[in-house]
T-cell receptor
Framework: GENVEQHPSTLSVQEGDSAVIKCTYS??????FPWYKQELGKRPQLIIDIRSNVGEKKDQRIAVTLNKTAKHFSLHITETQPEDSAVYFCAASDGRGGDMRFGAGTRLTVKP | EPEVTQTPSHQVTQMGQEVILRCVPISNHLYFYWYRQILGQKVEFLVSFYNNEISEKSEIFDDQFSVERPDGSNFTLKIRSTKLEDSAMYFC???????????FGPGTRLTVL
């Protein structure tokens, strides 16, 4: 089955700096890669996703890049703000309504 | 904006008891999922459900677990005989036909004593 590795486990940045979180996956059949933000005690919230026919996607301060050959994808947050502080999870699935496997999460702290 | 809802928000039960966790997916969604998250750990896939049957299940989803869509709106997860290690947050999610995007409910915190 799919195995998703995520790094780093914790990340601390100064407000205004950029943050990058990286994930790798194992199953070449995976073609859908979402990123979720989870605040303490809350549900995972989808912040951006990318499909395998696209190499990069951007939404304001958030971007995701995908390298299908190397089986890795990354989340980039620019101009970080304290409210970006949360746990971020990457995930991968084959997009057929089947299982979605999550990475272990990255706890991002943005210091004011 | 429509959201997935779950009840109860917190369930406390004794080891060996049966629990049923309830979810109301977004109304026009056809794919339903259960995940669990042990405190401080990652979200783990349990099961996906489509067209009134299980599509996929993980190694976690053993014979103690079952899912059901008893009517047109609810989607339930039953744990037959709870164990201490079943204590976790259980999230329901749903997605629409033709899209991969899954929307999560607020979760049910299950505590097994």
């Amino acid at each position: 089955g799919e195995n998703v590795e995520q790094h780093p486990s914790t990340l601390s940045v100064q407000e205004g700096d950029s943050a990058v979180i990286k994930c790798t996956y194992s199953d070449s059949a995976s073609n859908y890669f979402p990123w979720y933000k989870q605040e303490l005690g809350k549900r995972p919230q989808l912040i951006i996703d990318i499909r395998s026919n696209v190499g990069e996607k951007k939404d304001q301060r958030i971007a995701v890049t995908l390298n299908k050959t190397a089986k890795h994808f990354s989340l980039h947050i620019t101009e970080t703000q304290p409210e970006d502080s949360a746990v971020y999870f990457c995930a991968a699935s084959d997009g057929r309504g089947g299982d979605m496997r999550f990475g272990a999460g990255t706890r991002l702290t943005v210091k004011p | 904006e429509p959201e997935v809802t779950q009840t109860p928000s917190h369930q406390v039960t004794q080891m060996g008891q049966e629990v049923i966790l309830r979810c109301v997916p977004i109304s026009n969604h056809l794919y339903f999922y259960w995940y669990r998250q042990i405190l401080g750990q990652k979200v783990e896939f349990l099961v996906s459900f489509y067209n009134n049957e299980i599509s996929e299940k993980s190694e976690i989803f053993d014979d103690q677990f079952s899912v059901e869509r008893p009517d047109g709106s609810n989607f339930t997860l039953k744990i037959r005989s709870t164990k201490l290690e079943d204590s976790a947050m259980y999230f329901c999610a749903s997605s629409a036909q033709g899209t991969d995007t899954q929307y999560f409910g607020p979760g049910t915190r299950l505590t097994v004593l």
